[in-house]
């Protein structure tokens, strides 16, 4: 025990109590307002951080939680959002798709892709939006200092994160956008959200202004940690190459991107610009979008 107490340093006990101050400067009360990411798993979730570093930041009296919610249970923990008066829902899976069926309005985004990833309660009715694309598209924009409309883009994957960059890129006016995916099947679908996205094999992203991977490729905990998601070959330097991928910062794909002088642009602003979206459109404030990247900037 002895030796215990000796690793308590000045500077961690001082740290301990900013924490300690932090954490009372709002204390939970009768006007405290909920929100909540709901999925399975949950518990690893960011959402909280993210969410609750906001909160502080603008002096609201909110609280977010992770809630493990299991499949098929989606729609009570509507019903729940309704009966506690939960202001805000964020959706990760395996809810996205059922969600969309139940809630009482979609807007644009979730209506295209059938999929809900943020609700928001007015009342006693829920609406539901799909916010990871244009969460993307506004950390792309605020990284490169301009906007995107007529850009050339290609995608890297055909899942649901590349389905919602696909929509949210064509809405942000694109030029055009393809679609180049392991399997054929998966491209054509997700290419038929756009009438200006079509199928291409990996050499076409040579000739795009944007290259972005979707995929898990890249990821340290993914399918192929070590492989660059795009064949060096095709990238050039006057590319500029995103990663939804932020676990590592720096992935396989970045790394030869930026070795041969691309503008790279990492994983990490689409997770806070996705979660600054749901807090404005639930509290009707600006996002405090430094605290929220401070909330994650070590995950
Ligand atoms: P998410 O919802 O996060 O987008 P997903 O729906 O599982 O996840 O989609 C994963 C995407 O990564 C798919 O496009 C998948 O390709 P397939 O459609 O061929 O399955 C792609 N992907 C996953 N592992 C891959 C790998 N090792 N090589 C290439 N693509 C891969």
């Given at each position: 025990m002895g030796s215990m107490k000796q690793c308590w340093s000045v500077s961690s006990v001082t740290s301990v109590v900013a924490d300690l101050i932090s954490a009372f400067a709002s204390p939970i009360s009768g006007e405290t307002r909920l929100a909540a990411v709901i999925g399975?798993?949950?518990?690893?979730?960011l959402s909280p951080q993210i969410h609750n570093a906001a909160y502080q930041a603008n002096g609201l009296d909110w609280r977010f939680l992770a809630l493990p919610v299991a499949a098929g249970r989606a729609p009570a923990a509507l019903d729940a959002m309704r009966a506690l008066s939960i202001e805000g829902f964020s959706v990760t899976m395996p809810h996205k798709e059922v969600v969309a069926g139940h809630v009482d309005e979609l807007m644009p985004a979730a209506a295209a892709l059938a999929s809900v990833n943020c609700v928001r309660r007015e009342g006693d009715r829920l609406i539901g939006d799909s916010t990871d694309g244009i969460g993307f598209v506004r950390a792309l924009e605020s990284d490169i200092g301009r906007s995107i409309a007529d850009a050339s883009v290609a995608i890297v994957g055909a899942g649901g994160a590349a389905r919602s960059i696909i929509d949210a890129v064509a809405r942000a006016g694109a030029s055009r956008i393809v679609v180049v995916n392991r399997t054929q099947g998966a491209a054509e679908r997700a290419a038929a959200l756009s009438p200006i996205a079509s199928v291409g094999a990996a050499a076409q992203v040579v000739d795009v202004d944007i290259i972005v991977n979707t995929t898990?490729?890249?990821?340290?905990?993914?399918?192929?940690?070590?492989?660059?998601?795009?064949?060096?070959?095709?990238?050039?330097?006057e590319h500029i190459v995103a990663d939804i991928?932020?676990?590592?910062?720096?992935t396989p794909l970045l790394q030869v991107a930026a070795d041969i002088g691309a503008h790279t642009v990492g994983g990490l602003g689409m997770l806070v610009h996705q979660a600054a979206v749901a807090f404005e459109w639930w509290t009707g404030q600006p996002a405090p979008l430094d605290a929220m990247t401070a909330a994650v900037a070590t995950a």
């Open positions: 399975d798993p949950v518990r690893h979730s898990s490729v890249g990821m340290a905990s993914g399918p192929a940690p070590d492989t660059s998601a795009v064949a060096p070959e095709f990238l050039r330097g991928v932020y676990q590592p910062r720096r």
